[in-house]
């Protein structure tokens, strides 16, 4: 079975920290991806990579950046955390052109 | 811009009926879509897709029907359990599935007893 790991189920932060979502995949998967969800609005892609030290901006880019060093590890960064990225984030993974798999999400609360 | 969308966002079956979860999309060039299963403090489960040379797909209690004339997806689950209460989204990709995918924004699906 596909795992998709986040580090962290919860987390809180201060307006104007630097936080990062880590989140790991042990299936070799070539692309990852870092979706926000919020009610009403749906999952939306903010980043995504089809490979080591590629990334792609998606929708929602604006506050956030990506690395990705290793095949496994794609990680989310907010420069300055504000209030507006308060959300759940959840990263997925999968082999090119196939499901996307899910880790279980961090919900983050900036204060 | 184009988007993915769900007509309801809550449906109430009783438990052991047939649940049909429809989908509308918007955008013609799209020619793979999935649906996903989230239950409470999850992450979206994957549970079917189809591609646009298909009009119909069948899982194990699970069917997708496509119709492109319309642009509509549906799943469609067979004798409801407890265990399908979750909030379903389709999604759809251009590029056979290589692009990203655009989500729906999902329909709570409730059993009631």
């Known amino acids: 079975d596909v795992k998709v790991t986040q580090s962290s189920r919860y987390l809180v932060k201060r307006t104007g920290e630097k936080v990062f979502l880590e989140c790991v995949q042990d299936?070799?998967?070539?692309?990852m991806f870092w979706y926000r969800q919020d009610p009403g609005l749906g999952l939306r892609l903010i980043y995504f990579s089809y490979d080591v030290k590629m990334k792609e901006k998606g929708d929602i880019p604006e506050g956030y950046s990506v690395s990705r060093e290793k095949k496994e590890r794609f990680s989310l960064i907010l420069e300055s955390a504000s209030t507006s990225q308060t959300s759940m984030y959840l990263c997925?993974?999968?082999?090119?052109?196939?499901?996307?798999?899910f880790g279980n999400g961090t919900r983050l609360t900036v204060t | 811009g184009e988007s993915v969308g769900l007509h309801l966002p809550t449906l109430s079956v009783q438990e052991g009926d047939n649940s049909i979860i429809n989908c509308a999309y918007s955008n013609s060039a799209s020619d793979y879509f999935i649906w996903y299963k989230q239950e409470s403090g999850k992450g979206p489960q994957f549970i079917i897709d189809?591609?646009?040379?298909?009009d119909k797909r069948q899982g194990q209690r699970v069917t997708v029907l496509l119709n492109k004339t319309v642009k509509h997806l549906s799943l469609q689950i067979a004798a409801t359990q407890p265990g399908d209460s979750a909030v379903y989204f389709c999604?759809?990709?251009?590029?056979?599935?290589?692009?990203?995918?655009?989500f729906g924004k999902g329909t709570h699906l409730i059993i009631q007893p």
């Open positions: 299936m070799d998967h070539e692309n």
């Open positions: 999604a759809e990709s251009t590029g056979g599935g290589a692009d990203g995918l655009t």
């Open positions: 997925a993974s999968r082999p090119i052109a196939s499901p996307l798999h």
């Open positions: 189809i591609r646009s040379n298909m």
